[in-house]
């Protein structure tokens, strides 16, 4: 469904005599009222503070914008205790203006931006905006997580939203027809490989796969089966209750990642990880504090794993401080590189084949503390845009810095998201969730 800014006017010819209008007043007063009522929908729909303009959702419009914001919050019990949620979608261009519109009741908030359009939702609704406008498809699934959103290579538009242990993979279709399976519990890395959304899971905490995972990895040995397996499973475009199981392998234990995106080249995804040194940690009888990177390398033709150090041009290994991580990054690929950045502002670039890697850069400003800020991160082929929001006073600033050298510089800062970012009158101060860039647009690199 189409929501466009159109209204309908009553017109009717007043009755006539001998050729002369009969009530030229009363036509008057219509005229007048029609003027004040289109005056007041005017400022109904517009709302300004500062450079933003706050309209209704179904009244956006990309126009000039570059990126797209989801301010957004979990929720907090009050009043019987309900969960309650605000959020808001932002469309700025490169000097930090533009508009915003209220979409409530969704935690996680993630956005996508394709080349159909910025594609974000709510629990009843999903939405996308173009330069045209804002088309709105009604959803029925009622979860409050929005884990991320894809684009496939024939258009469609996937969301893959939690309740609780389960998941739901809503595709909506170029024609505008949509669709949707649901899965109990499987996922705890999630991405994209071609036209398959695959997550990585165990059989410790995805009882339905359990039996089908097992009877793999037997095949696959010929042997004995390990207490656990970790297991990758397809969760859309399937038949059946149970998600179809594409490649085993025996849990280890000190390995770990969280992800939404993976490297994929034909049927093999990669995904960096950390390794704790598991022979460190045995021999001091205390927690391991050497961390080293690693890249899952899953085979989803053969059904296997394996596991690639990543290290650097002198063949030592990447190990990775107290501060430092992989998970929940942004990621690109660049010639032979997979380039990403992590949810805590590390950059890395490694060759998913050999393993060989580099440690780029990380965020220059505090995450802590009262001159701290909340960072979330968007990556190109030239390089890594973060949006940094002051928790003292909500300041944002957008910031760009190339992969190679250089250093931080900022494109615009805005005071105007504050009014909004302190709006969460019922569940508190809300954050800046996700952020995309419009497809082609890398005005940081210019």
């Not at 498809?137 to 389960?166: H, P, T």
Request: charged share 25%.
């Amino acid at each position: 469904m189409s929501v466009r800014n159109d209204e309908q006017h009553e017109t009717g010819a007043d009755e006539q005599e001998h050729g002369h209008p009969k009530k030229p007043k009363r036509s008057r007063r219509w005229v007048l009222l029609v003027v004040v009522l289109s005056v007041a929908a005017l400022a109904w729909s517009c709302v300004f503070h500062g450079k933003l303009t706050r309209k209704p959702v179904g009244f956006l419009a990309t126009n000039d914008a570059v990126i797209a914001l989801r301010l957004g919050r979990g929720w907090t019990t009050v009043l019987e205790d309900k969960p309650y949620y605000d959020g808001w979608i932002v469309l700025l261009d490169a000097q930090g203006r533009g508009q915003v519109a209220s979409v409530d009741e969704i935690d996680g908030g993630d956005v996508l931006w394709s080349e159909r359009g910025v594609f974000y939702g709510s629990p009843s609704w999903d939405y996308v905006t173009t330069d045209a406008g804002t088309s709105v498809i009604k959803d029925k699934f009622w979860g409050r997580y929005d884990v991320q959103r894809y684009e496939l290579s024939d258009g469609a538009l996937v969301a893959v939203q939690r309740e609780y242990n389960d998941y739901r993979i809503g595709t909506l279709f170029p024609d505008g027809t949509h669709a949707s399976v649901e899965t109990d519990g499987v996922g705890r890395g999630i991405g994209q490989c071609g036209g398959r959304i695959v997550a990585i899971t165990t059989t410790e905490k995805s009882e339905s796969i359990k039996s089908a995972a097992f009877e793999a990895y037997a095949a696959q040995s010929g042997g004995s089966v390990p207490e656990a397996l970790e297991v990758v499973v397809q969760l859309n475009d399937f038949d059946g209750d149970v998600p179809p199981v594409l490649a085993v392998a025996p849990m280890i234990d000190g390995l770990s990642s969280r992800q939404r995106m993976f490297d994929c080249e034909g049927d093999v995804i990669t995904m960096p990880s950390v390794r704790e040194d598991e022979d460190d940690a045995s021999s001091s009888g205390v927690e391991s504090e050497r961390r080293g990177l690693v890249l899952q390398r899953w085979d989803l033709s053969a059904g296997q794993r394996t596991i690639v150090p990543v290290v650097d041009e002198a063949g030592n290994p990447i190990d990775l401080d107290e501060g430092q991580g992989v998970s929940d990054y942004e990621a690109i690929r660049v010639g032979n590189e997979y380039r990403f950045v992590s949810w805590g502002g590390d950059a890395f670039a490694v060759d998913p084949a050999s393993g060989q890697g580099r440690y780029l850069f990380s965020l220059d400003t505090p995450t802590y503390g009262p001159d701290g800020y909340l960072a979330t991160f968007q990556v190109t082929e030239t390089g890594v845009y973060a949006l940094k929001d002051r928790r003292s006073d909500r300041v944002v600033t957008l910031s760009y810095r190339p992969w190679e050298g250089d250093e931080w510089r900022d494109i615009f800062t805005t005071r105007d998201l504050a009014y909004y970012l302190n709006e969460g009158y019922i569940s508190g101060a809300l954050d800046i969730q996700s952020f995309a860039l419009r497809p082609g647009w890398d005005g940081g690199a210019q």
